[in-house]
């Protein structure tokens, strides 16, 4: 069905992005927005905008009945869901494909299948991709724990239906399991209303693989070479780059036929991501698979050519994939750097507030995705994400000197950011190397380079923040100490022409 007007579920830095795609595919686009989001960024750039409720996003950017009369009001006939909120919830895809709408995305009975991990690992394993060893069946806190010593330590403790790292647990005895049972289950249920968990043999050090799928309605399916995302804090990813150092040309022929079986297997229809875990000696592991656009695209777009988000909206429209997998190219080295308001020196703890001052970088093969500007709040509502700066180069070296050279340049104020962090990361020994590893950022070794706010440029913010402050407060009318007993000057000039 021909999308004519796409309503954009999301917010921040991925909205702006689609609105981007759908301009050069003259797509006019509907922007939905909560009550803190009404001037953000994504909402002056669409063409039209609605707002959907106040700010928590279960009250607004995940409710589908809210954003499908948002469709009636504007005449949108599609959804794009981004990343997040409603993108893998089979059930809000559901509905909107029954109003009558076009899903950007999987279909939801894909959905279903690969958000429960249980099933996820079951598909994989039928094509004959490797899966960790791990207790599939749902059992009581004892039972597990009788399971968990045959297993062996250590483990990881997760949400079946879990995804973006949340609930995510490793425990390295009993102990740490018996105690891990509950806290897991309380984040599956304030996340995903299913407290079911489910274990499995933990990898020492692993890196993080995940390979780029797209595949049409036609039966065509072809992967778009890998992303490394091990760089990661609270299982979440900081730093992505393609094509990852540690995959040789063979591991990398064998990820993408493994990537392309999972999807046939299931039925998949869109872009997704599967991930895998990288063993210390090499040896490929499934971990999951991501049935939505992935935080990192960008890399791969650089690598590849392909906009992706161009792809979605093609394949949900029946068009066939533009290209074959002999033909998709792989140029040069990407690597992006996700910029957020956090401290890293307090464990990442996310920041909010006014943006005081905001210089982003420009340059020759560089690409700043944001959703921000200066004067912009950032709300503790939502995800601390303030830009994501990505750089490429015919070699791993010329892209990070260019991204070393960006972080240089970006300037932000007013909240606490991790760019003096990359800068750090970025002049390490060992991402340099490409050794790279979940737990690299395990222990704080970036402290003892004290890394930290730049003082200088701090005060001259703060300096400049004030400044506006009292340039405001001198426009406006200063009151008289008599003006509560003297007429104002106006009223006496007045009473003065009427004589």
Known sequence: MPVTQLLIANRGEIACRIIRTCRELDIPTVAVYSDSDRSAMHVR??????????TPARESYMRVDKLIEACRKTGADAIHPGYGFISEDPE??????????????????VLEKMN???TAREIARSVGCPVLPGIQEILDDEALLDEARK???????????????????????????????????????????????????????????????????????????????????????????APSPGVSPELRRTLGEMAVKIAKA??????????????????????????????????????????????????????????????????????????????????????????????SPQGHNLRNDSGVYFGWDLSPFYAPLVAKISTWGLSRSEALARMHSALMEFRLGGVRNNIAFFRILLEHKQFISGDLHTGILDHAWWKQ???????????????????ELEERRAQQPSPRPDCATTPAAWKSHNKFNRL
């Open 92 to 109: 809000a895809a559901r509905q909107i494909i029954e109003a009558g709408l076009t899903w950007i995305g999987p279909s939801p009975e």
């Open 116 to 118: 429960n991990k249980i």
């Open 449 to 467: 380079k004290a890394v930290g706010p730049n003082l200088k440029f701090a005060v001259a913010a703060a300096l400049f923040d004030e400044l």
């Open 266 to 359: 299931v039925g998949y229809v869109g872009v997704g991501t599967v991930e895998f875990l990288l063993d210390q000696e090499g040896n490929p592991w499934f971990l999951e698979m991501t049935c939505r656009i992935q935080g990192g695209h960008a890399v791969t777009e650089w690598i590849t050519g392909q906009d992706l988000v161009k792809l979605q909206i093609d394949i949900a429209q029946g068009r066939e994939l533009p290209l074959r997998q002999e033909d998709v190219p792989m140029w040069g080295h990407a690597i992006q750097c996700r910029i957020n308001a956090e401290d890293p020196d307090r464990e990442f703890a996310p920041s909010s507030g006014r943006i005081q001052y905001l210089r």
């Open 151 to 241: 297993v062996g330590y250590p483990l990881m403790v997760k949400p079946v239906l879990g995804r973006d790292g949340k609930g995510m647990r490793l425990v390295k005895t009993a102990g740490d399991l018996r105690r891990a049972l509950p806290r897991v289950k309380g984040d599956a249920i304030f996340s995903f209303w299913d407290e079911r968990v489910y274990v499995e043999k933990a990898l020492i050090h692993p890196r993080h693989i995940e390979v780029q799928i797209a595949a049409d309605a036609h039966g065509n399916c072809i992967h778009l070479w890998e992303r490394e995302g091990s760089v990661q804090r609270r299982f979440q990813q900081l730093c992505e780059e």
């Open 45 to 54: 750039l669409a063409i039209l905008s609605c707002p959907i409720g106040p």
